[in-house]
């Protein structure tokens, strides 16, 4: 990611790369933000009503290929834009942006270079097939903020709606746009507006909120962390960058989602994108120094143990799913139900959780994380050895680290005696850092191979969340009456019987199973 605004003419139509960060804030918000500008060097202020229509084909081709296509209308003046593809790391977006002054509302694709449309349907072709897809229509109010630096920045408060035929949609953002300078003063700015809460970065553009609208778009689907996108011929830093923004990427789609309908599932994926994080910073952590993310490990520790309490309301709702169908055999089924959702109810709610992802130490974490990322923040701290051993191809560095990994999961786990429900419980962690290792170098593999050797450690942990899902019951187990309480006793017994029966066979699958990167 550079760190300086590039700017560039071509065929006198301005073509720049926009590097912008985009925060959601609620409408009271714009007491606090005007406070906070007052403190600045205010080089220029204005408040302008913009009108911007979208246009596409009918099949969305242009959307497909990741370009955007508006014409912004304001006093008697129209403006042409188009952006390209670019790239979003939490919150921060950069993508190339051709401009041209117009005359109309309707677009007119020759005011721009024609290299800058996808191969694949002539200019002329392209043009014939646009329509109108939705409008944003807003008030701007904006500042140029002069940095200490003397880096310019302009800071953007928008309030109005996105409109699609008859459906609309609230807009309310701020945007830090560099004009001027290094990328770096955006986040010194942005960190200093966030300081009392209430701003919350985000990753869907004004665009992309059309877009669903237009198509009446019901959300994201969760997912599963899946394998960083690595390939043979990174570098062991190219690797760390793919990794970590991998998992930012991971964390904030998730977040975007919580804040939609409130899934816990999303919240779950949030955990994970954080202990995968942790976990990158110990798999190069032979390279690059603790006292380098000394601060990051720090804030990602404290939001790890924020989040602790979504396993126990994961496992509460297995329990009771179905109104306590798993508990149907026990008599004391509606009682034990009762008692599980009256623990979940002592778990943080939905108001808490908000409040806590548009906290000024959450959004501060963000923050300095992709600020991390952008300016490599570990460089400095690299002595000669360490940078000649990033730069190198990310094949040994890989097959070290799995070495690693294998070692101590056959440590963890001894093929010669059986482990008890507590000896497996006990390494879950270990178990999990193990398997977020994998997923930094696994893609470099042969799939299969990898499948065969990752799915019985996938499978063992699921097994030890299997066994923690009866600790909720188990703590129970004293409040029933005596001949409820030991069926209860017995089912639980049962169950951990079977579940470790099927670990087991799990567990010695998994040591047998050949390393796939040997």
């Given at each position: ?8 003419s071509?065929k ?5 790369t926009?590097i912008?960060l985009k ?13 906070k500008?007052?403190e600045t ?5 204005s408040?302008r009503?913009?009108g911007n ?6 099949d969305n ?5 990741d370009?955007?296509l508006?014409?912004?209308r ?7 834009t ?5 790239r ?12 041209a ?10 005011l721009?270079?024609?290299?800058i449309?996808?191969?694949g ?10 329509n109108?897809?939705?409008?944003t ?14 880096s ?6 928008d309030?109005?709606?996105?409109i ?7 807009i ?5 746009e ?11 700015l942005?960190?200093?507006?966030s ?8 990753n869907?553009s ?12 019901q ?5 599963f962390?899946?394998?960083?996108a690595?390939n043979e011929?990174?570098t062991?830093?190219?690797c760390?960058v ?9 964390w904030?789609?998730?977040e ?7 899934s816990?599932?999303?919240?779950q994926?949030i955990g994970d994108?954080i202990?995968?994080?942790?976990q990158?910073?110990t798999v190069?952590?032979g ?6 993310s ?6 990602l520790?404290?939001l ?5 309490w979504?396993?126990t309301?994961?496992?509460i ?6 109104k ?7 008599d ?8 599980l959702?009256?623990?979940?109810q ?11 992802l ?6 501060a974490?963000?923050?300095?994380l992709?600020r991390?990322?952008m300016?490599k ?5 690299l ?12 094949g040994?560095?890989?097959q ?9 999961l056959?440590e963890?786990?001894?093929?010669e005696?059986?482990?008890s429900r ?10 999990m850092?193990?398997?977020?290792t ?8 042969d799939?299969?191979?990898r ?9 063992l942990?699921?097994?030890i ?7 909720p019951?188990?703590a129970?187990?004293?409040?029933l009456e005596e001949?409820e ?6 089912w ?12 087991e066979?799990?567990?010695l ?7 796939y990167?040997?």
């Amino acid at each position: 990611i550079g760190n300086i605004l590039s700017v560039s003419s071509f065929k006198g139509k301005t073509m720049e790369t926009e590097i912008e960060l985009k925060f959601f804030v609620s409408p009271d918000f714009s007491d606090t933000l005007r406070r906070k500008i007052a403190e600045t060097k205010i080089l220029q202020s204005s408040c302008r009503e913009l009108g911007n229509t979208y246009f596409d084909t009918q099949d969305n081709w242009l959307r497909k290929h990741d370009i955007g296509l508006r014409i912004r209308r304001f006093d008697d003046v129209f403006i042409q834009t188009v952006k390209t593809s670019g790239r979003v790391v939490a919150g921060l977006h950069q993508r190339p942006e051709y401009n041209a002054e117009h005359t109309c509302n309707l677009p007119e694709l020759i005011l721009h270079p024609d290299d800058i449309w996808p191969e694949g349907k002539k200019v002329a072709v392209l043009q014939s097939e646009l329509n109108a897809i939705f409008s944003t229509n807003f008030t701007r109010e904006q500042w140029l903020v002069g940095m200490p630096d003397g880096s310019q920045i302009e800071v953007a408060f928008d309030q109005g709606k996105v409109i699609a035929g008859d459906k609309e949609d609230p807009i309310c953002e701020v945007e830090l746009e560099l004009k001027s300078g290094q990328a770096d003063s955006l986040f010194i700015l942005a960190r200093s507006l966030s300081d009392e809460g209430g701003m919350r970065l985000g990753n869907l553009s004004k665009a992309a909120r059309g877009y669903r609208l237009a198509q009446n778009y019901q959300g994201d689907e969760v997912k599963f962390l899946p394998l960083v996108a690595t390939n043979e011929e990174d570098t062991v830093e190219q690797c760390f960058v793919k990794s970590l923004e991998h998992a930012l990427s991971h964390w904030h789609y998730h977040e975007q989602i919580y804040f939609e309908r409130s899934s816990l599932v999303s919240l779950q994926q949030i955990g994970d994108s954080i202990s995968f994080i942790r976990q990158i910073l110990t798999v190069f952590g032979g390279i690059v120094p603790r006292r380098a993310s000394a601060i990051l490990r720090q804030e990602l520790k404290w939001l790890d143990e924020e989040l602790s309490w979504l396993k126990t309301a994961d496992y509460i709702d297995d329990l009771c799913e179905d109104k306590g169908h798993a508990l149907r055999k026990l008599d004391a089924r509606k009682h034990l139900v009762k008692r599980l959702q009256e623990q979940k109810q002592q778990l943080p709610e939905k108001g808490e959780v908000m409040a806590l992802l548009t906290s000024a130490r959450y959004t501060a974490l963000l923050l300095d994380l992709s600020r991390w990322l952008m300016a490599k923040g570990w460089q400095p701290f690299l002595d000669d050895k360490a940078r000649e051993k990033m730069v190198r191809n990310i094949g040994h560095f890989s097959q070290k680290q799995l070495d690693r990994t294998w070692a101590e999961l056959i440590e963890a786990f001894p093929p010669e005696r059986k482990l008890s429900r507590q000896e497996y419980i006990d390494q879950r962690y270990r178990l999990m850092r193990n398997l977020y290792t994998g997923i930094c170098f696994a893609a470099i593999y042969d799939i299969e191979q990898r499948n065969s050797f990752r799915m019985p450690w996938a499978d063992l942990f699921s097994g030890i969340d299997d066994l923690l899902t009866l600790e909720p019951l188990q703590a129970l187990v004293a409040e029933l009456e005596e001949e409820e309480r030991a069926q209860l006793e017995r089912w639980i017994a049962r169950q951990e019987s079977s579940i470790l029966h099927a670990m087991e066979q799990t567990r010695l699958m998994g040591i047998e199973a050949q390393p796939y990167w040997s």
